[in-house]
């Protein structure tokens, strides 16, 4: 029977879905027994009763302003947090039997790097799926090409996806924190109660906020000076 295999991407600027297009035409050429669904933008796929229904998700995407999802792919990323918090709630593990990978886009020159896809591997990881293999991070200005890291993510996963009946239920290839498990938490993103996007103020907001209070201490502490002159 065809393994099903699903590939979803997140992305600003067609970067991660050039690259998705890429990597499923050369899968299905070079893989028998396989079915790939997609490239789909991960905000059409936000039922995770769907996702079930497959063997192995394959994800590739990058980060967007303060670490948050592209805009094609957080209302996903949204409904990640959900499903995590409440299988956290019920101690359930509703993707097991799931394996999946990670494929990221982004750029060391921001605060934020990889925060998007290593948040999206961590909670696949925390739903039950199984890490196929560790998480491809592409730098932009790293010393490794884009065109590189792809080809290694491409060969990594074409054994993966060939031996995906034999590596069901085994130990997952790595944690999640290889090769870094840097993040800034987006959990803000859900309610407590349960649904509509929450707004946050994230690292730049909260420096924003702190700069504005420094203003005006500074602006205190010279009015005193001058008053004792």
Not at 197 to 209: E, S, T
């Amino acid at each position: 029977m065809s393994q099903k295999v699903l590939f979803l991407y997140g992305t600003e600027t067609n970067t991660a879905e050039r690259a998705a297009n890429h990597l499923v035409k050369q899968l299905k050429f070079s893989l028998k027994d396989v079915t790939i669904e997609g490239p789909l933008a991960g905000n059409k796929m936000t039922d995770f009763e769907e996702i079930k229904k497959y063997d192995a998700v394959l994800i590739a995407t990058s980060s967007y302003g303060d670490g948050d999802a592209p805009s094609c792919y957080d209302k996903f990323f949204e409904q990640l947090h959900r499903e995590v918090k409440n299988a956290t709630s019920s101690g359930s593990k509703p993707l097991s039997g799931l394996q999946h990978a990670v494929l990221g886009f982004g750029s060391t020159s921001y605060e934020t790097f990889m925060n998007c896809p290593r948040i999206t591997d961590k909670l696949f990881g925390e739903l039950g799926s199984r890490r196929m293999q560790q998480r491809i991070e592409i730098d932009e200005i790293g010393e490794e090409t884009e065109e590189e890291l792809i080809d290694k993510f491409e060969v990594g996963i074409s054994k993966c996806l060939n031996s995906l009946k034999q590596n069901k239920g085994k130990k997952e290839a790595c944690t999640w924190d290889k090769p870094d498990g840097e993040i800034l938490d987006k959990f803000y993103i859900i309610e407590e109660g349960g649904g509509e996007k929450k707004g946050g103020p994230g690292m730049v907001g909260v420096l924003a906020i702190l700069a504005v209070f420094a203003g005006i201490y500074f602006m205190k502490m010279k009015k005193e000076a001058e008053g004792e002159e």
